[in-house]
């Protein structure tokens, strides 16, 4: 019987070629629609989570406070609380850390023959590499070695390394640090942008200890201090509680009493761009809504298109009455065809959603995603419009009076 | 046998206030194989009795058997496959289903009686054929004369082999001509024991039928047996439909 609906729906659609075209790209529009945005939307949340996975979900950073003297506070890493020896006890006495590296950085101007570039001088011990997972491209890492005995060498990003030597090899060159001549031994795989959109391969790392005695100076206050420490959870550990034991020990270790704030920063990095993942979400959402409202004109453009079917019907549906069909057949016949009409319109909207969708990443440059689960929804929801759109006018269809319709001029 | 046999058959309209009674009491007994024609002019309760005759209207009071089965208290659906399996309907205006072909237009009440497309297809054809319009099967209604398509009509009232067939105003669009070619066909249709119940208000035309049942006010005035006169003899003293009237 639905088979039978079918064809007969079938047979009126094509009757009417025009009409049944306009009404389907109204379902068209807002199917393809829905595929589009949620597919940038998607490609956003895709994007943030794999510079969750760039950064290392697991790190926490540990920074210098700010300083309160006598009211007046100055910012962010204004004191140099957090030292070497801060490192290595956390690593010592919280389990749940896996490493925990001590950096300082600050600005240089860098010259290679008579290129310069301006870029950021990190000075970093063995640990960093293991703490912040980025291994060495070409090259070797900064060793126990070279912390003792502070060594001139650098190890270069690989923006740094495009800037001062293009595409030639820097290994075993010499670049200039403040006019400190250091040796290029490595050169770092490529890290990406920060979730802050910072370049993080514009850097170059040297040791701790070199960097301190030739190119950072010695903080006048406490020569130990660092500027911060990129801490390592292991796998599987709770970073909240890891947290919390991170901040206690520093507590105790720096003497504050229990009514002072911390002098310190513990910034969990992974929280930061669940932020950002959780407000692109709403972004997804947010599309997905806007899309949909064109799919409801859609739908209302579908019971419109039946209303009229049904009263320019209304002698064949009097006919079909007359002859046998039964309320329910005639309200069937009804739904079917604009189950059919949404379904069409909804199977050509998938595609063109797939298309734009693949358009926008090919010429925008934006990132999308093709979510099978929304395209599954967008068809279950063409589906769904037809039935709940069309589900009116079939009913007025069915409610007829057999001898008021035959009759109808 | 009475095919049909209808008792006191009343029917009122309410329009707001008032009562309108169309049909105040009708018993009329119809026969197995007779040819009856409904007359009366406009307002005399004719259409209200069809109506109620072909299930498409329930009555208000009274009693109807067709076929033996008494329908007058059905519901809507129950009315409905009464439609489908006893009655044939033959409309003024034809009543074809438009740009589908005479073939699939003759399936239609097969359609709803849930028999197999094999079997309607085989039905549609031989019924197509006792109408004579075998060779016009895959045309559409628009490419079809007045007369053939009420034909073709005629061939779907059939399909479903009904108790009895319904004919409202059957000539009602068609040139004296085709107005006695249908008549004709009709006859002979009814000498082979099919039923006709014909309405008209063209008193030449019921001449045809065998029994004249006449409507004024809601009630019968008048049912009388007569001797039809013949179509097919009719037709041969009408002159030939001139080529030129398309």
Redesign the interface.
Same mark, same amino acid.
């Given at each position: 019987?639905v088979l039978?609906a079918l064809r007969i729906a079938l047979?009126s659609l094509k009757?009417n070629k025009l009409r049944t075209a306009l009404t389907m790209l109204g379902i068209m529009i807002g199917v393809a629609a829905v595929i589009a945005m949620v597919s940038v939307g998607t490609g956003a949340q895709a994007r943030v989570a794999e510079q969750i996975q760039s950064l290392g979900s697991n790190l926490i950073m540990a920074m210098s406070g700010s300083t309160n003297q006598a009211g007046v506070r100055l910012g962010q890493g204004s004191q140099t609380t957090i030292t070497e020896d801060d490192a290595s006890a956390i690593a010592r006495e919280v389990p749940a850390v896996q490493v925990a590296a001590p950096s300082s950085r600050g600005n240089a101007q860098v010259v290679y023959g008579n290129l310069n570039w301006s870029t950021g001088i990190q000075g970093v011990t063995a640990d960093y590499f293991e703490a912040r997972d980025w291994p060495v491209d070409v090259g070797r890492p900064i060793l126990q070695e070279d912390v003792d005995g502070a060594t001139k060498i650098a190890l270069l990003g690989q923006t740094t390394a495009q800037n001062l030597f293009g595409d030639a090899d820097p290994i075993g060159q010499i670049i200039r640090i403040k006019k400190v001549p250091f040796t290029v031994v490595g050169l770092l795989s490529r890290k990406g942008q920060s979730a802050w959109g910072q370049d993080q391969d514009d850097v170059i790392l040297i040791p701790l200890s070199t960097a301190k005695k030739k190119v950072l100076g010695v903080s006048q206050a406490n020569a130990r201090s660092v500027g911060s420490i990129s801490i390592k959870i292991r796998p599987d550990e709770n970073m909240t509680e890891a947290e919390t034991q991170i901040r206690e020990l520093l507590r105790q270790r720096h003497r504050l009493q229990p009514a002072q704030d911390d002098d310190f920063w513990l910034r969990n990095l992974s929280e930061v761009l669940q932020t950002q993942e959780e407000s692109s979400k709403v972004m997804t959402y947010l599309l997905a809504a806007i899309a949909s409202v064109s799919l409801l004109v859609g739908g209302i453009g579908i019971m419109n298109i039946m209303l009229v079917s049904v009263t320019e019907r209304t *002698?064949?549906i009097?006919?079909?009455?007359?002859?046998?069909? *039964?309320?329910?057949?005639i309200l069937t016949q009804f739904l079917v065809e604009a189950v059919t009409l949404s379904l069409i319109g909804g199977v050509i909207g998938i595609a063109l959603g797939v298309g734009g969708s693949n358009a926008i990443n090919a010429l925008a440059e934006w990132r999308t995603v093709l979510a099978p689960e929304a395209i599954l929804l967008a068809f279950g929801f063409s589906a769904a419009i037809g039935i709940f759109f069309g589900f009116y006018p079939a009913r007025k269809a069915s409610r007829l009076d057999?001898?008021e319709a035959?009759r109808y001029e | 046998m009475a095919i049909i046999a209808t008792e006191d058959l009343s029917k009122d309209y309410h329009l707001g206030p008032h009562t309108v009674h169309a049909l105040r009491g009708v018993s009329v007994s119809i026969e197995a194989g007779e040819f009856v024609a409904v007359m009366g002019p406009s307002g005399s309760g004719k259409s209200t009795f069809m109506?109620l005759l072909?299930c498409?209207?329930r009555p208000s009071s009274g009693r109807y058997w067709l076929d033996g089965q008494d329908v007058a208290r059905l519901s809507?659906?129950q009315l409905?496959?009464v439609?489908?399996?006893k009655i044939g309907?033959v409309?003024q205006?034809f009543?074809l289903?438009?740009?589908?072909s005479a073939l699939e237009n003759v399936e239609?009440?097969l359609?709803?009686?849930?028999i197999s497309s094999r079997e309607r297809r085989e039905r549609a054809r031989a019924r197509l054929g006792a109408v004579g319009l075998a060779d016009r099967e895959h045309h559409h209604p628009s490419q079809l004369s007045g007369g053939q398509q009420q034909r073709v009509a005629i061939a779907?009232a059939l399909v479903?082999d009904p108790a009895v067939i319904l004919a409202d105003e059957p000539t009602g669009n068609l040139d004296t001509r085709t107005s006695v070619e249908i008549l004709a066909l009709l006859q002979r249709l009814n000498r082979d024991g099919l039923t006709i119940v014909l309405v008209t208000h063209e008193s030449d035309i019921a001449t045809y039928a065998g029994r004249r049942l006449v409507f004024r006010d809601g009630r019968l005035r008048s049912d009388e047996h007569v001797t039809p006169l013949d179509a097919a003899e009719a037709l041969k003293s009408l002159p030939e439909e001139e080529e030129a009237v398309a």
């Open positions: 019987m039978q047979r009757v *002698r064949e009097g006919l079909r009455m007359a002859v046998g069909a *039964r309320a329910r057949d057999p001898i035959l | 109506n072909g498409l209207d809507r659906d409905a496959t439609r489908n399996t309907f409309f205006m009543n289903l438009a740009r589908t239609l009440p359609l709803y009686g849930g779907r479903n």
